[in-house]
């Protein structure tokens, strides 16, 4: 089992930025991604980005690549999404999710395990 738990949501205005933090707890195995998801009012639930837990592999939505990072920190089991240069259309409710896989997937369906969600609002 690992519980996922984010932080970091928030109020921004365009060009503004904002870090999410998902500490993860429990025991996974070396083989787990940790991604990032959103989902905004009235859409379907986005990738945004993923890292692989062993080797830090990451991968990106192409409308985000250049300002969003993910990384992680291995000695507290947190993952970090640092969003730079905002804009309005980022407005969403960031998940964290975690699942068992050798490469980064987009497909929420392979994630086992999700947080609760941070609402990041970006004003024009």
């Known amino acids: 089992q690992v519980q996922l738990v984010e932080s970091g949501g928030g109020l921004v205005q365009a060009g503004g930025s904002l870090r999410l933090s998902c500490a993860a707890s429990g025991r996974a195995p070396s083989n787990y991604v940790m991604g990032w998801f959103r989902q905004a009012p009235g859409k379907e639930r986005e990738f945004v980005a993923g890292?692989?837990?062993?080797?830090?592999?990451?991968r990106y939505v192409n409308s985000v690549n250049g300002r969003f990072t993910i990384s992680m920190d291995y000695a507290k089991n947190t993952v970090f999404l640092q969003m730079n240069s905002l804009n309005p259309e980022d407005t969403a409710v960031y998940y964290c999710?975690?699942?068992?896989?050798?490469?980064?997937?987009?497909?929420?369906?392979?994630?086992?395990?999700w947080g609760q969600g941070t609402q990041v609002t970006v004003s024009s």
């Open positions: 890292i692989q837990w062993s080797g830090g592999r990451t």
């Open positions: 999710a975690a699942g068992q896989m050798w490469v980064v997937s987009t497909e929420a369906n392979e994630y086992y395990y």
